[in-house]
């Protein structure tokens, strides 16, 4: 059975950072994405980015390019988000959700979710 | 880039259909055929309903389809249950390699 576990919850004060984790059990790590979403308290989902285990290649949403850092440890079907500069408005429940490709075709679908990781910016 | 339109909010009676509709742009909604559809309950992550514009996931109830025109996508409910209330997102994969979502829809059975 495919699952994907984050880490746990963290709280963060406003100018640090935070990387959640986000392991893929049940799954070879070939042949798929791992992306991030985050959902603000009330509000919808917001795209953040993908990550591509097996090579590292990877693509932020242009909102999150530059303080959005995407990185995997394949030898532990890890995948890590890690945001910076940390603001009140970073408060959301972060998720990663898996897309699966098959012979270079993906269907952009997010298959699989993981059970989100809450972080909480607060002074 | 903006997220793509979708009504607030939908309601409907059991047994009625519904529709919700997701617009976007020739980058993203109408260049491939990659929109998918979520449904979420309170407190809880998303579940893919709908794929590559109108394909169902197996498991999925068939009540739910998937269909596009131009820069719009929608996804019906028919026959709609009480266990169908619920927030559903659009997504769409864009010409920059990227994912936009919807801004979401809440659907209220009455």
């Known amino acids: 059975q495919v699952q994907l576990v984050q880490s746990g919850a963290e709280v963060k004060k406003p100018g640090d950072s935070v990387k959640v984790s986000c392991k893929a059990s049940?799954?070879?790590?070939?042949?798929?994405?791992i992306h991030w979403v985050r959902q603000a308290p009330g509000q919808g989902l917001e795209w953040m980015g993908w990550?591509?285990?097996?090579?590292?290649?990877?693509n932020n949403a242009q909102k999150f390019q530059g303080w959005v850092t995407l990185t995997r440890d394949t030898s532990i079907s890890t995948t890590y988000m890690d945001l910076s500069r940390l603001t009140f408005d970073d408060t959301a429940i972060y998720y990663c959700?898996?897309?699966?490709?098959?012979?270079?075709?993906?269907?952009?679908?997010?298959?699989?979710w993981g059970q989100g990781t809450m972080v909480t910016v607060s002074s | 880039q903006s997220a793509l339109t979708q009504p607030p909010s939908v309601s409907g009676s059991p047994g009625q259909s519904v529709t919700i509709s997701c617009t976007g742009t020739?980058?993203?909604?109408?260049?491939?055929?990659?929109v998918a559809w979520y449904q979420q309950f309170p407190g809880t992550a998303p579940k893919l309903m709908i794929y590559?514009?109108?394909n169902r996931p197996s498991g999925v109830p068939d009540r739910f389809s998937g269909s596009k025109s131009g820069n719009t996508a929608s996804l019906t409910i028919s026959g709609l249950q009480s266990e169908d209330e619920a927030d559903y997102y659009c997504?769409?994969?864009?010409?920059?390699?990227?994912?936009?979502f919807g801004t979401g829809t809440k659907v209220t059975v009455l």
């Open positions: 049940g799954y070879t790590f070939a042949g798929y994405y």
């Open positions: 997504t769409s994969y864009t010409t920059t390699s990227t994912y936009i």
């Open positions: 959700a898996l897309e699966e490709c098959s012979g270079g075709h993906c269907t952009g679908a997010f298959d699989i």
């Open positions: 020739s980058s993203d909604v109408s260049a491939y055929k990659r």
């Open positions: 990550i591509k285990p097996e090579s590292g290649d990877r």
């Open positions: 590559e514009d109108s």
